[in-house]
């Protein structure tokens, strides 16, 4: 099923014709907002007087000057990291960027000629400045009770014993090693050992099936992969190492094989006995590792080798390999921590995210690294053993700023005040949010309920490609209005944008784009640079568009809507249709599959798959359970439907392409309001698919 055929070709051919849809559905969600467009929540004076931006004015200070010199402006920062080799600056400029398709290809460079290591920054400049006792990760385990901890200097050892052992095994700057790893601190150690000795890494969700981790695994081509034997998520144990062996059988038949397969015994999930082994090729972690000397030469590389690939889903085809590079990276996750979570020396600092996606890379492991924040990691679910257990946790290690998606807060809402109420929380000082748009009545919750009406929320919007914050409050900076990012970030430049690409001011709707470079701009989409500049950068030339739609309001606030292109947000991950599409009609009872979001309450949209069976099959349950798991099989388990509706039929225009706005509709039960549907080539499926909508 990893033959790319399958994404683009075959029973295919309904994808959108264009990335960027109508702004009607996000529109609709800023009309739910306007209301709170005038509620303001200020922090009160003494958050005020201690914040690192305390004012307005202030902000507008930084701002104005990040942009008038951005070359000045972020120099100054980067010189607060170590660099083995200045970047050179000819005529003060750091940076160099064409965004325009019509000047040449795409291009994004900043500290270009410097050379330094992101590892080095994060670890052993903190050691030799005598930090080297200070906590860097409290390790929380799934099932309470179950805890570790590294100071700094203990993660640098475990780093080193690790990058000397991919170096024995032959990785070499620039090659890619895969990591398929739950949140065991095994995880950001691998990153990090992987930027020591300039490898790039490619970690993959552990919550992706075989055939996901397979198609990643033949588009990077690891030398190494590392991973565990399983891990304990909420209740379950999920056998990760047989979804590694199918995964790595897969890329074989495929021509692409791994030497090794480094593997953590997570003995509390599954014992070694019981899990399966191929000689020569699969390792076990704590077998080898103390062997390694504990302190490994550092490989400088230039600002702009690559650190890190990620994959991403996009509106069409397979999954793109976000390329990141080094310098500018390092300088802004630092930056953007720093100051959108207002940090400070002893805060300390969780973020619910798994490494296994981009806000795991930049908010978990570097940024606060680069900060030396004391970071506490956790293995398990917001809602295991019970809904208490995230203010359990806050208590227990005075947890001072706690960052989660609104998926979370909306779970943990249903759960009632006594979970809350129960714990203290008065460690907690700044909040915040991220994955997708929060809708008010779940900020305020937030913000009244879990942070007593005393801590600022920030809410983040950035996205993999962006890799760092782009649109977000600075705590105390500013009042904050439930449910909007507020204003951009140091050196980002929105621009909201019309169908015609023409930008437009003031109070306005339009597609989100960027105008100029951010240093941590992704340089590329990994072997396939047409793609980036067709999906980034074409649709509106001259600016990075991001997908979203965005409202901006009278004061100039910032109100993202949601996707406007094919893109689904469940529970903050994102989802392409034609992906889960792709995974629907590889069931051989499926002739067409079309599909389209619909609001959920907890997990924000919810996947609403509309399927034609091939002729003569009859629907029944069985099947609907079969074309739920061939998405778990495709895909992995979090982009299940939620809905199977049966399809006679798909509304298409006599050109041949479904009408998914109707499908939306139909989906979300707005009949009254169908649009126009005479251009249909045949008006009749309508009806019929509304007859079928509980069948
Ligand atoms: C960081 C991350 C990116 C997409 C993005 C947008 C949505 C993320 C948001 C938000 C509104 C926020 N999104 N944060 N929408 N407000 N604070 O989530 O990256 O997985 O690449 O997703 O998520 O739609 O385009 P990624």
Not at 144 to 154: E, I, K, R, W
Not at 239 to 244: A, E, F, R, W
Not at 296 to 319: N, R
């Amino acid at each position: 099923a990893i033959s790319p055929a399958h994404a683009t070709n075959g029973t295919l051919k309904h994808v959108s014709s264009s990335a960027v849809a109508s702004l009607d559905d996000s529109l609709v969600r800023s009309e739910r907002n306007v209301q709170y467009e005038h509620e303001l929540f200020d922090a009160d004076r003494k958050f005020k007087e201690r914040a690192l931006v305390s004012s307005k004015d202030k902000y507008i200070a930084m701002y104005n000057r990040s942009l008038q010199d951005p070359d000045a402006f972020w120099s100054e920062i980067a010189s607060e990291f170590y660099w083995e080799t200045r970047w050179p600056e000819e005529n003060g400029k750091v940076h160099f960027e064409n965004f325009d398709v019509r000047k040449g290809p795409v291009k994004v460079e900043w500290f270009k000629g410097g050379k330094t290591n992101i590892c080095y920054n994060a670890l052993d400049r903190h050691v030799h400045a005598g930090k080297g006792d200070q906590i860097a990760f409290y390790w929380e385990g799934n099932s309470p009770g179950l805890d570790a901890s590294l100071t700094y200097n203990q993660l640098l050892q475990q780093v080193c014993q690790l990058a000397n052992f991919l170096k024995d095994k032959g990785v070499k700057k620039g090659d890619a090693v895969a990591i398929y790893l739950p949140m065991l601190m095994e995880l950001p150690i691998a990153m990090l050992a992987c930027a020591r000795i300039g490898a790039v890494h490619s970690v993959i969700f552990a919550g992706f099936s075989a055939e996901s981790l397979a198609q990643r695994v033949l588009d990077c081509k690891p030398k190494v992969i590392i991973t565990c034997n399983a891990v304990c998520r909420g209740p379950k144990i999920i056998n990760l190492k047989d979804i590694v062996d199918e995964a790595l059988s897969i890329s074989l038949a495929h021509g692409v094989s791994v030497d090794s397969c480094l593997t953590y015994a997570n003995e509390v999930a599954m014992s070694r006995e019981k899990t399966a082994w191929q000689d020569g090729r699969d390792i076990w972690y704590q077998d080898v590792i103390s062997d390694y000397a504990t302190t490994c030469d550092i490989e400088w590389v230039d600002a702009e080798d690559p650190l890190f690939l990620l994959y991403t889903s996009g509106s069409t085809g397979k999954p793109k390999g976000v390329l990141h590079t080094t310098g500018g990276y390092m300088v802004y996750t630092a930056t953007t921590f720093k100051y959108a979570f207002d940090y400070r020396e002893g805060d300390i600092y969780w973020c619910t995210a798994d490494c296994g996606w981009i806000t795991g890379h930049s908010y978990v492991t570097y940024g606060p690294l680069l900060n030396c924040a004391k970071v506490v990691l956790f293995e398990g679910v917001p809602n295991y053993p019970d809904a208490g257990r995230c203010w359990e946790i806050v208590d227990k290690y005075h947890v001072s700023i706690f960052y989660t998606a609104p998926t979370a807060i909306r779970s943990l809402m249903r759960a009632g005040l006594e979970p809350v109420k129960r714990h203290s929380r008065k460690s907690l000082r700044v909040l915040g949010s991220v994955g997708e748009p929060i809708n008010p009545s779940a900020w305020k919750w937030y913000y009244e309920v879990v942070g007593d009406k005393r801590c600022p929320i920030s809410d983040t919007w950035w996205q993999t490609e962006t890799g760092g914050f782009m649109i977000t409050p600075l705590p105390g900076a500013w009042p904050l209005k439930p449910g909007s990012a507020t204003y951009p970030f140091f050196g980002v430049q929105p621009a909201l944008v019309d169908e015609n690409g023409k930008e437009i001011e003031g109070v306005c709707n339009g597609y989100l784009c960027i105008k100029g470079s951010w240093p941590s701009t992704f340089r590329t989409l990994y072997g396939d640079h047409a793609r980036y500049e067709t999906t980034y950068f074409a649709p509106f030339k001259g600016y990075y568009f991001s997908g979203d739609g965005c409202h901006r309001d009278a004061d100039g606030y910032y109100w993202l809507t949601g996707r406007v292109d094919d893109v689904i947000n469940v529970s903050g991950h994102r989802i392409g249709t034609a992906e889960v599409e792709s995974a629907l009609v590889s069931h051989p009872q499926c002739a067409e599959a079309a599909v389209v979001a619909v609001d959920h309450e907890v997990t924000g949209q919810a996947i609403y798959a509309f399927v034609t069976l091939k002729l003569g099959v009859q629907y029944s349950e069985e099947l609907r359970t079969g074309l739920k798991n061939a998405v778990r099989h495709e895909i992995g388990a979090f982009a299940q439907p939620a809905k199977i509706h049966w399809a006679p039929a798909l509304p298409k225009t006599r050109s041949g392409k479904i009408m998914r706005r109707i499908l939306r509709k139909i989906a979300s039960k707005e009949l009254e309001n169908l649009g126009d549907i005479s251009t249909l080539a045949d008006p009749h499926v309508v009806q019929e698919l509304i007859d079928l909508t509980d069948v």
